[in-house]
């Protein structure tokens, strides 16, 4: 093919490298990424005693991140490392940070040290070289220390791009005063979900079971916790296919309450939105772990009402979940001091640095806090002292295993709204929607260089 | 002409000192000029003949991404949406503009001086805060639209959906604008000497015969500025799609405008080559369309 001749001309040893080790890692599982990482480690130059003198240099690094709990970690690190500075900076939250990291890398300054950047957006950076190999810094030797799930979001290729900041197994979240009012059962399956979405409309014309218009990391979570697998991807060549049946089973139900006008057409994370979980008008979200902090800090006026509940199954007493969001910690490539970085995310990622952000809220991806019983028996005065890390943790252990994100999650999730989002606003069915999705991204992987399976 | 003239009598070697000393004094503004606007231009130029893919590298592809723009149906769905815009948009703010220049200039109005700082204010606001604040009253259940609804027992239609976004953005731009036209305008009917209206007044004129025999005839020129100015505008919209994008993103697609589609490419698809491309033909499609109102005018003017 054209493209392999252009490759193998133009393209820099490190990334031919990295995919081929890409091509090889993708067959097996996070396996075969730890070795990879490993041998890196073994030839690295950082080592403990780096790191240590580092931290006794001192210096200051800039991380880039939205995170809340991260205040408190930077203020421990800096109490507990007096020479360094950290400068936390939150330069937007999503994609508009992308935006600006993406703007930084191009122009070669006001890269941050440190940067948040999500599972499904690691890929992209990482296939970009925007963010550096965690594996000659070391990282190849945490095998282990944290859950499956995310532990291989941050290999890439045979790379590891990043440490798992937290994870976001899903559950559902409801609005227990208002679930009462109505008479209620908590959903324990989606069919009980529709039924229940229904009356609850029905009784209050002004309320909703969840709010969605349109999102595409809530849709693709809803396919993969449906065991569907539409994304193939294999070194650099993906493949798309929103006809196999998790899809379906997925558009199936969605697309009834779309029709019904069941769900809340309000945008997440919008005024409206933090509103409408306040007073009750969306009496419940399917989302990940990471919630609960940002209920307690965005709803107010939820307090006491909202409890947790695992997520609705397709099949009765099933136990399936996935994974919604979640982030990393990775170091920007052209960051100016890496060592001091990667000291600073070992700390807060897998060294003191998670309890103080357990302790804030946050759900972490290690797995020796997960298991922590102190973890599990927590009381959350919020949800009226329910223990919900319980229910989040058993959600965490049982994410369905071999879903992978395309390596330009990013874009195609910016042009969702303009495919998919016609199925909330017009006569377009959400199939339909994803088709011309799963085309765009296509095009868009083709235009990029990929391979694209038919 | 006139160096010409100078260089005779001095010979050769003066003028090419003469010239220099010239130089010398543009020096500074050239060297800000070319790079704050030279090197841009030339870098996006540069940037527009090659191809930068995340497998496969940068490779020269000459003009494949000019053709490639010209048969783009997003490109062209965009730039259909800002021309529709400038032909209803623009006309309406104009006019606005027009009736309250005339209406402070006639004198007749009370409280004119405050009348003319509030038609002006919103200009002073910046796009981003009146976007929000619009978005938060077009909102159709907490917002104005959603109390109005309520408290009447409407359902007025949603002016975030897809079908009226572009309406209810022209609205944000008319706000925001208005004041803006109207003091280019205003300005204009200053200097107007007065004995015209003296003498009009003499032979009998109306308000309505001033207006129409002086006063417009005066604004010409700078309605025609006005003009160009709000064509730039309407090719260029930008801040306020992509501000209630938060909000309303099925309303407001990647494609919405040209520039909002050269932003989606580069920041979020990381096509910055075809983003550039994307930028210069709407840059010279804007030169092109500026150039012949301006010709227009100018033949009236004749």
């Not at chain 1, 007096?82 to 330069?91: D, G, T």
């Not at chain 2, 109390?147 to 609205?171: R, T």
């Not at chain 2, 490419?265 to 150039?291: C, D, R």
């Amino acid at each position: 093919m054209a493209i392999t001749r252009r490759r193998a001309l133009l393209l820099g040893a490190a990334l031919t490298v990295s995919l081929t080790a890409g091509a090889c890692g993708s067959s097996g599982s996070s396996g075969g990424g730890g070795s990879a990482g490993d041998a890196a480690a073994a030839s690295a130059a950082v080592s403990d005693a780096d790191i240590r003198k580092a931290l006794d240099t001192g210096g200051s690094i800039t991380v880039w991140a939205w995170e809340p709990t991260l205040k408190q970690v930077v203020e421990d690190f800096q109490a507990k490392y007096p020479k360094v500075k950290v400068n936390l900076v939150n330069a937007g939250t999503g994609n508009d940070q992308y935006t600006a990291l993406q703007n930084a890398v191009k122009a070669g300054s006001g890269v941050p040290d440190v940067a948040q950047v999500e599972y499904y957006a690691l890929p992209q950076f990482a296939l970009a070289k925007s963010v550096a190999d965690l594996g000659a810094l070391g990282a190849g030797t945490l095998d282990g220390t944290f859950t499956p799930g995310p532990w291989s979001s941050v290999h890439v290729g045979g790379g590891i791009y990043g440490l798992p900041m937290d994870s976001g197994p899903m559950a559902l979240f409801y609005n227990k005063e208002v679930f009462d009012k109505y008479d209620l059962k908590v959903p324990a399956t989606w069919d009980e979900f529709a039924a229940a979405a229904e009356s609850l409309h029905k009784a209050n014309p002004k309320a909703y079971i969840t709010n969605d218009a349109g999102d595409a990391g809530f849709t693709t979570s809803m396919i993969w916790q449906a065991g569907g697998k539409p994304y193939t991807v294999d070194g650099t060549t993906v493949g798309i296919d929103f006809t196999e049946p998790g899809t379906q089973k997925f558009t199936a139900l969605w697309q009834k309450l779309i029709d019904g006008k069941l769900l809340a057409p309000v945008t997440s994370w919008s005024d409206e939105w933090y509103k409408g979980l306040g007073d009750g008008t969306i009496a419940g979200l399917v989302i990940g772990a990471w919630m609960p902090a940002n209920l307690e800090s965005g709803v107010k006026a939820g307090e006491g009402k909202w409890q947790v509940a695992p997520m609705p199954q397709w099949e009765a007493g099933g136990g399936a979940t996935a994974e919604n969001g979640g982030s990393s910690l990775a170091i920007p490539e052209a960051g100016p001091n890496k060592t001091l970085a990667y000291a600073f995310l070992k700390y807060a990622t897998v060294d003191e640095g998670v309890q103080a952000r357990v302790d804030g809220g946050a759900f972490p991806a290690t797995t020796a806090q997960l298991r922590d019983p102190k973890f599990q028996d927590k009381e959350f005065p919020y949800f009226g002292g329910q223990k919900v890390n319980k229910v989040l943790a058993e959600s965490a252990s049982q994410v369905v295993s071999g879903w992978s994100y395309l390596p330009f999650q990013v874009y195609a999730n910016s042009i969702f709204n303009d495919t998919v989002g016609k199925a909330y606003t017009s006569s377009t069915t959400l199939r339909d929607g994803l088709k011309a999705w799963q085309d765009a991204s296509l095009k868009y992987g083709e235009e990029q260089g990929f391979t694209v399976r038919q | 002409m006139v160096s010409e003239g100078y260089s005779d009598v001095r010979g050769g070697r003066a003028a090419r000192r003469r010239s220099w000393a010239g130089w010398q004094f543009v020096a500074p503004f050239m060297a800000v000029f070319a790079l704050v606007f030279l090197a841009p231009i030339a870098y996006s130029l540069h940037l527009s003949l090659f191809r930068t893919r995340l497998i496969g590298g940068t490779s020269f592809v000459g003009a494949d991404n000019y053709l490639k723009v010209l048969q783009d149906p997003q490109f062209w769905s965009a730039f259909g949406r800002v021309a529709l815009f400038l032909v209803v948009q623009v006309p309406i703010m104009l006019f606005l503009a027009l009736l309250v220049a005339l209406a402070i200039d006639s004198g007749r109005l009370y409280g004119s001086a405050f009348f003319r700082i509030s038609v002006f204010l919103p200009y002073a606001v910046p796009a981003v805060v009146a976007t929000l604040m619009w978005g938060f009253m077009y909102g159709t259940r907490f917002g104005l639209i959603g109390n109005v609804n309520e408290a009447f027992g409407l359902s007025l239609p949603d002016p975030l959906s897809p079908d009226l976004i572009l309406a209810s953005v022209g609205n944000i731009v008319t706000w925001e604008f208005v004041g803006y036209n109207m003091l280019i305008l205003y300005s204009a009917l200053r200097v107007v000497n007065p004995s015209l209206y003296e003498a009009a007044a003499l032979d009998g004129a109306g308000q309505f015969r001033i207006i129409w025999a002086i006063k417009l005839p005066a604004l010409r020129g700078a309605l025609l500025i006005a003009t160009i100015f709000s064509i730039i505008g309407s090719f260029q919209l930008f801040n306020e799609p992509s501000i209630l994008k938060t909000i309303v993103p099925n309303s407001i697609i990647t494609y919405f405008t040209p520039n909002y589609y050269a932003y989606s490419l580069s920041f979020q698809g990381q096509q910055f080559n075809y983003s550039a491309t994307v930028a210069i033909v709407m840059g010279i499609i804007t030169m092109v369309v500026a150039y012949l109102v301006q010709l227009r005018g100018m033949r009236k003017a004749v």
